[in-house]
């Protein structure tokens, strides 16, 4: 069922115009050495815009890496540069394809997207499974902490 709605996303729901919007903004950052990290999470975005669906993107602390300090003022920066405007383009997508039955599964891998619009910086694409044992282990390490 994923891959049919990966199928269907990539050809008629904006998969392919999405991947190729990350990829591009990714390609024009890279020109830069200080844009080489947030090009670098663009492609990593675009490869999750061509095929949302059975995927989550969770921190990257989740699944072992390590983040760097930096992190969250890079985030910070990219919400004010390209975030905010690549968030709310995802949005009004959504919206207009909620707006049809058919549309509501697109409308959705939308607002995925328009989520890790605002912070791509840290961030890693997993499968469902796979989120939901990060967040699982996540939370028993968080009430362990807290218990101590």
Same mark, same amino acid.
């Given at each position: ?5 990966? $199928? ?9 115009? @999405? =991947? ?7 390609? *024009?950052? =890279? ?7 947030? !090009? ?9 815009? @061509? %095929?949302?669906?059975? #995927? ?20 910070? *920066? ?5 975030? *905010?405007? *690549? ?6 997508? !959504?919206?207009? $394809? =909620?707006?049809?039955?058919? !549309?509501?599964? %697109?409308? $959705? ?26 967040? $699982? ?7 362990? #902490?807290?218990?101590?």
């Amino acid at each position: 069922m994923v891959f049919a709605f990966n $199928l269907l996303w990539f050809i008629l729901g904006g998969g392919f115009f @999405a =991947c190729i919007f990350w990829f591009f903004f990714g390609a *024009l950052l =890279c020109l830069t050495i200080i844009g080489i990290p947030f !090009g670098i999470a663009s492609f990593r975005i675009a490869r999750f815009a @061509a %095929f949302p669906f059975g #995927k989550q993107l969770i921190d990257a602390r989740k699944v072992g890496e390590t983040r760097i300090p930096t992190t969250a003022v890079a985030n910070f *920066l990219w919400i004010i540069l390209a975030g *905010l405007w *690549l968030a709310i383009s995802h949005a009004l997508t !959504g919206i207009a $394809l =909620c707006l049809t039955i058919i !549309g509501i599964p %697109f409308g $959705l891998a939308h607002f995925k997207l328009a989520q890790a619009s605002f912070a791509p910086l840290g961030k890693r694409v997993v499968t469902n499974d796979t989120a939901q044992a990060a967040n $699982l282990n996540s939370a028993k390490k968080s009430l362990k #902490k807290r218990t101590q």
